[in-house]
């Protein structure tokens, strides 16, 4: 079963909850036992270049824009 980050509403705390992906959105208890504890967003660091794609643009940033600082732009 997959491991989810849960908010609290009421108290704020952040924890953990293995669940079924079903019930990944269904608030849950936060352990004072406050009622309507909300998932968050996963958050992904990714770091590196994506691949150059067809068409001959230099790899970009997985993020998206290459910057400017390629030789995609001229100087």
Not at 15 to 29: F, G, I, K
Not at 59 to 69: E, K, N, S
């Amino acid at each position: 079963m997959p491991l989810y980050d849960y908010r609290c509403t009421t108290c704020q705390t952040v924890y953990e909850a293995r669940r079924p992906m079903a019930e990944a959105d269904a608030p849950t208890t936060c352990p004072q036992g406050h009622e309507g504890a909300v998932r968050l967003l996963p958050v992904f660091a990714t770091t590196g270049l994506a691949e150059a794609p067809a068409g001959g643009m230099c790899g970009a940033p997985v993020t998206g824009g290459c910057g400017g600082g390629c030789a995609c732009h001229a100087g």
